[in-house]
Nanobody, 125 residues
Framework: VQLQAYGGGLVQPGGSLRLACAAS????????IGWFRQAPGKEREGVAY????????NYADSVKGRFTISKDNNKSAVYLQMNSLKFEDTAVYYC???????????????????WGQGTLVTVSS
């Protein structure tokens, strides 16, 4: 399984970015893809995830109403639309895949089996 995240960059506060995660090498329909981020000096935190088999999405409170996770099954891609960006959204963003879904939240790094490389998002004026 391979994941590749891209789309990061420099954006002003209040701006928008769309991150993409291209996934390949798996065949099951039962998987979950999550976005995580890690700011300098901070622990990695879950941002959002989507359970493919149930079309269920979940967001961290810090991004709820501003970020939207979506998937394109034809392209095996998952997107993270980030609007109304704030300084505190600055971080390296990672996508991750779990070959399962859980009844409860999947917000821990340990819930996921595969990781893509990070893409840096910098919110600065």
């Amino acid at each position: 399984v391979q994941l590749q995240a891209y789309g990061g960059g420099l954006v002003q506060p209040g701006g928008s970015l769309r991150l993409a995660c291209a996934a390949s090498g798996f065949t099951s329909d039962d998987y979950t893809i999550g976005w995580f981020r890690q700011a300098p000096g901070k622990e990695r935190e879950g941002v959002a995830y989507v359970i493919n088999s149930h079309d269920i999405t979940n967001y961290a409170d810090s991004v709820k109403g501003r970020f939207t996770i979506s998937k394109d099954n034809n392209k095996s891609a998952v997107y993270l639309q980030m609007n109304s960006l704030k300084f505190e959204d600055t971080a390296v963003y990672y996508c991750a895949l779990a070959e399962r879904h859980l009844a409860g939240p999947m917000t821990r790094s340990s819930d996921y089996d595969y990781w893509g490389q990070g893409t840096l998002v910098t919110v600065s004026s």
